[in-house]
C-alpha cells in the first residue's frame, strides 16, 4: 500500500513538471491574509499583509473548502524559519502564485508551535510519502483534512532540485477538477495507512533490563569520536541523548556527552560573545549555525551542562549553564515572569532596514565589520587568533554561500594558547580576551536588532523552571530559583485557568493563545515538582498534582497505557501517541518523570504504576530503536525496581 501511494504521490509532481497553467485571479471584497492580523502567533501575523487569502486553522477555513469543493492547502512553519521567511517572500508574496492559491484553494497558515498537533499528524505524512521532511511545510489536503500530497519548501519556479509552486498549484487544480473523487480516495487510504502505522502497541508484560545498554550501544556507534555529536551534518544539540548519557552510570558513555559539550561549547553553535546555543550546526564540525535561538533549547542545553558539573565537578560547564541561562533571561525574559520563544536567525543587514532581511547577519563579522570595531593592530590580531576569523570569512562550510566573506566566532585558541601565541602571561590575556569581547559585542548591539517571537509556550517555559530550579541548588544561586519561582507564578496565574482545570497552550501580551496540549501539562507539572524539591513549598507539589490528574484524566491510554497528544474530542484525523525526543522532550518521556516524582513525593502508588505502564506500552512500541526515547531512559533503573501488577495503596 505505501509503494502504491508514494507511486500516485510521485505521478502528480512528474505531472507538475511537465504542465503550467495560469488560471485567471479571483477577487473578492477584501482580499489578502487580513484574517491573520489578529492571531496571538507572531508568526501568522507576519503574513497579514500577504496577497494570499489566508484561513488560521480552523472550522471556517473547511467550512469554506466544502462549499466551495475546493482542496485546502496547509503552509506550516514558525517564526524563527529561515526557509520560511524565503517561501513567504518568493512565493506567498507573489501576486501570480497568490492569484492560483485565491482561485482554486482554501489556504490555511498554521504556527507548528503553536498546534504541535496539526504539525505532527502533516509531518507524518510528508515523511512517510517523501522520506523527509522540514519546515515550511507544504501540504494539499481534501476538503476534510485528508492530504494528498506534501512536501517542504517549493521556490516559485523549478530550482533547487524541487519542481515550483507555480507548477504544482496549476496541475493540482486541475487533476482536483477532473478526478476530485480518485484524490479522495488516494487521500483516505493514505490517512487509514497513517493511522494503522501509529497504532498502538501491546504493552510488554515485563520491561526489559537491556534497554539502556542496547541504546548507549547504538549512541556509541553514532558518534562522531574527533568532535563529539552523533552522525554527520547537519548536527543538533540533542540534550536528551546527553543528559542519558551523563546519568547512564557507564564512564565511556558519560566522555562521550562531556566531549560533545566542550565541542558544542568551543564551536560557532554557542555564541561566544554573547552566551546562548543555536538551533543547529550545518556542518559536522560545530562551526556554522542555523541562528535562531530557541528558549527549548536554552532550557535544555543549559541543563546538561549542569549535570556534567555536578558529574565532573568541573567548573568550565558550571560557566556555560550559567552563561546560557544569563542569556536568557536577558533576552527571552517577560518582565512579568515568562519566557518568549525565541529568537529569529534574519535581521536587516543595515540601519535603514532596506531590501529583505538575512540570516546571521547580526552574529557574523566580515573583515571590514572587525577592523572597523578593533582597529588594525594588536585587538584585531587577537580576536582573529582567539575567534578563528579570516579575511576571506572563516564559514566555508555554509552549504548554500549565503555566508560567503563573513565570519563566525568560534573558540579557536583558549587562553593558554593565546597567551603563549602573543606572548603574553594568563592574567594579561584573560584581560585582552575580555577587552577584545566587550569592544566586539559592543559593535555587535549597535547593528538592528533580532526580531523576537514573543509568545509564552507553557511547556517549554516548564523546561526552563526545571532548569533553573537545578541552577539554583547546583550553582548556590538563588537567584535562579527566584526566577524558576516568578516563572511558575507567571504560568499558573496567566496561563492557568483554574475555574475550569484547563491548561493553555500559549499567551502574548495579555492574551491566552489555544487550549494546552498533553506535554504542556508535563513539562509545566516537571518543573514544579523539581521547584518543590528546591523551596519545599507545598503548593507547588499541590499544583503539580492538579495538573497530572488533569492530564491522565484528559490524555491517557486506559486501553494501551501512555499518553496521547491530544484529547479524544481532537477535530483532527490522527491523534498521536509521542514516544521519540526530538529537538524537544516527548510527552511520554516527560511524563515518567512527573509521574515518579509525585508518586515519591506523595506516596500515591497508582501515579508510578501509571509511569510503569507508560514505559511498558513505549518499550513495545519501539522496542527496535530504544535509543531514540533517551528522556524516559533516565528513569529506567526506577523502573525496574518493582513489577508492574499491583494496586494503589
Known amino acids: 500500500m505505501t509503494i502504491m501511494l508514494n507511486r500516485c504521490l510521485r505521478a502528480c509532481l512528474a505531472v507538475a513538471l511537465l504542465l503550467a497553467m495560469t488560471l485567471p485571479g479571483a477577487t473578492a471584497e477584501k482580499t489578502g491574509g487580513w484574517r491573520l492580523a489578529q492571531e496571538s502567533s507572531p508568526y501568522l501575523r507576519l503574513h497579514a499583509d500577504n496577497p494570499v487569502e489566508w484561513y488560521p486553522w480552523g472550522e471556517e477555513a473547511f467550512e469554506k473548502a466544502r462549499s466551495e469543493n475546493k482542496p485546502v492547502f496547509i503552509s506550516i512553519g514558525y517564526f524563527t524559519c529561515h526557509w520560511c521567511h524565503v517561501m513567504a517572500r518568493e512565493s506567498f508574496s507573489n501576486p501570480r502564485i497568490a492569484a492560483l492559491l485565491n482561485a482554486g484553494f482554501v489556504s490555511i497558515k498554521v504556527d507548528r508551535e503553536q498546534r504541535p498537533d496539526v504539525d505532527a499528524a502533516y509531518m507524518n505524512y510528508v515523511m512517510a510519502t517523501s522520506g523527509q521532511g522540514g519546515w515550511p511545510m507544504s501540504v494539499w489536503a481534501t476538503p476534510e483534512g485528508h492530504p494528498f500530497m506534501g512536501g517542504t519548501y517549493y521556490p516559485p519556479e523549478p530550482g533547487l532540485g524541487r519542481p515550483g509552486m507555480t507548477q504544482i498549484l496549476s496541475t493540482l487544480d486541475e487533476l482536483w477538477r477532473e478526478t476530485p473523487e480518485r484524490i479522495r480516495k488516494s487521500a ?169 532581511m538575512e540570516e546571521g547577519v547580526y552574529y557574523t563579522w566580515t573583515w571590514q565589520q572587525l577592523t572597523e570595531a578593533l582597529g588594525e593592530g594588536a585587538l584585531r590580531d587577537w580576536a582573529a587568533a582567539r575567534y578563528g576569523m579570516t579575511p576571506q570569512g572563516n564559514a566555508l562550510s555554509d552549504p548554500l554561500g549565503e555566508m560567503a566573506g563573513r565570519n563566525v566566532p568560534y573558540r579557536a585558541l583558549d587562553t593558554t594558547a593565546l597567551a603563549r601565541q602573543f606572548k603574553l602571561d594568563l592574567i594579561g590575556a584573560g584581560q585582552r580576551t575580555a577587552e577584545v569581547t566587550q569592544r566586539l559585542l559592543k559593535a555587535r548591539r549597535e547593528r538592528p536588532a533580532l526580531p523576537v517571537d514573543d509568545k509564552v509556550v507553557t511547556a517549554w517555559n516548564g523546561y526552563m523552571i526545571t532548569t533553573l530550579a537545578m541552577a539554583g541548588r547546583l550553582l548556590d544561586e538563588p537567584r535562579y530559583i527566584e526566577a524558576a519561582t516568578a516563572t511558575a507564578t507567571f504560568i499558573m496565574d496567566e496561563l ?105 513525593l506523595t506516596g500515591n502508588r497508582d501515579y508510578t504504576e501509571k509511569a510503569f505502564k507508560t514505559a511498558a506500552w513505549a518499550a513495545a512500541q519501539l522496542q527496535d530503536s530504544p535509543e531514540v526515547m533517551p528522556y524516559l531512559l533516565i528513569r529506567w533503573p526506577e523502573l525496574m525496581e518493582r513489577p508492574l501488577a499491583g494496586k494503589a495503596g
Open 188 to 356: 483516505q487510504n493514505a490517512v487509514a495507512l497513517l493511522r494503522e502505522m501509529g497504532s498502538s502497541a501491546t504493552p510488554l508484560s515485563r520491561l526489559p533490563d537491556d534497554i539502556p545498554a542496547r541504546a548507549r550501544k547504538q549512541f556509541a556507534t553514532d558518534y562522531d569520536e574527533f568532535h563529539g555529536g552523533f552522525g554527520t551534518a547537519p548536527k543538533f544539540p540533542q540534550p536528551a541523548r546527553l543528559l542519558f548519557l551523563l546519568q547512564s552510570g557507564e564512564s565511556a558513555s558519560a566522555d562521550r556527552a562531556l566531549h560533545t559539550l566542550d565541542k558544542m561549547a568551543a564551536g560557532g553553535i554557542y555564541d561566544q560573545l554573547e552566551g546562548g546555543i543555536h538551533r543547529y550546526s550545518t556542518d559536522f564540525e560545530w562551526r556554522v549555525p542555523h541562528f535562531e535561538k530557541m528558549l527549548y533549547d536554552q532550557a535544555l542545553v543549559a541543563r546538561a551542562y549542569l549535570v556534567a558539573y555536578r558529574l565532573s565537578g568541573d567548573e568550565r560547564y558550571a560557566g556555560v549553564a550559567r552563561e546560557i541561562l544569563d542569556f536568557s533571561l536577558d533576552q527571552l525574559h517577560d518582565d512579568r515572569g515568562g519566557f518568549y520563544s525565541a529568537l529569529s536567525a534574519d535581521s536587516h543587514a543595515d540601519h535603514e532596514r532596506s531590501g529583505h
Open 496 to 600: 492557568y485557568a483554574d475555574e475550569h482545570g484547563v491548561l493553555y497552550r500559549d499567551w502574548r501580551h495579555g492574551e491566552r493563545g489555544v487550549p494546552g496540549f498533553s506535554d504542556d501539562y508535563a513539562a509545566l507539572a516537571q518543573g514544579l515538582l523539581t521547584l518543590f524539591k528546591v523551596t519545599g513549598e507545598k503548593n507547588l507539589l499541590r499544583q503539580a498534582r492538579r495538573l497530572v490528574d488533569s492530564q491522565l484524566a484528559a490524555y491517557w491510554d486506559a486501553e494501551y497505557g501512555g499518553f496521547y497528544r491530544t484529547p479524544a474530542d481532537t477535530e483532527l484525523w490522527l491523534r498521536e501517541k509521542e514516544a521519540s525526543d526530538g529537538a524537544t522532550l516527548s510527552v511520554n518521556g516527560i511524563a515518567v518523570h512527573a509521574l515518579l516524582d509525585l508518586g515519591r
